[in-house]
């Protein structure tokens, strides 16, 4: 009786087993990229005077699956050589791992009246445009099952809606308090930041050119 109920057990145990190894094989299978709205994660980061990892960031989104890829759409000033040059050192740094694609777009200039005069501003324009290029193309192409979105901005909502009537999910991943509700609604998971920062905070940064001002971006974010 007693070895029935040992070898019982035993057969209990290897299902079990076997069973989280095919949970871990299928959720390898599913292919994952990232799309980063630089400028959107980076200005809430400032005004919490948090700071992240990115490699660790990406590590703790895919979470076992297969990451084939992370895109970061940030912006720089094209008439201020230093802001130019960070964000150039921000794109060697992350993209010679291989799996980060940082797409920087310059700055437009336009001009406003203040105080009678007129007087040249740099304003950020194109950074949704080319996220939703890039994810609605690479959906279309079947690049991925999933698109982990980091953004909270109602501008991304039509496009998440379209990718997913392409049979893909998106998970959405931002602090509550900034995102669109409607965003947060649309998406299939949603994923609070705070959560993630104590995982990919990054520890020991520091103003200046050193890699850890590279790599939370600040040389040329703003």
Avoid: C
């Amino acid at each position: 009786m007693a070895q029935e109920e040992g070898s019982a057990h035993l057969i209990e145990s290897l299902e079990e087993a076997l069973s989280r190894a095919f949970e871990r094989i299928v959720r390898y299978q599913e292919r994952v990229m990232i799309f980063i709205d630089g400028p959107n994660l980076y200005t809430t980061l400032r005004t919490l005077g948090q700071k992240v990892d990115y490699f660790k960031l990406a590590e703790e989104l895919a979470r076992g699956r297969r990451l084939i890829r992370v895109y970061i759409y940030t912006t720089y000033n094209p008439e201020k050589p230093d802001e130019k040059e960070g964000m150039e050192r921000f794109r060697r740094t992350l993209e010679f791992g291989g799996s980060f694609v940082v797409k920087p777009i310059p700055k437009h200039r336009k001009f406003i009246n203040e105080g009678g005069e007129r007087r040249p501003i740099w304003v950020e324009k194109g950074v949704d445009v080319a996220l939703v290029t890039d994810m609605l193309k690479l959906a279309y192409s079947d690049a991925y099952d999933t698109a982990i979105l980091i953004s909270g901005d109602a501008d991304f909502v039509e496009a998440v809606r379209a990718v997913q009537e392409r049979g893909k999910k998106v998970e959405v991943v931002m602090f509550s308090h900034v995102v669109s509700p409607e965003l947060k609604r649309v998406a299939d998971a949603f994923m609070e930041l705070s959560y993630l920062l104590p995982k990919v905070r990054l520890e020991g940064w520091r103003e200046g050119s050193t890699r850890e001002g590279v790599l939370a971006g600040e040389e040329h974010q703003g």
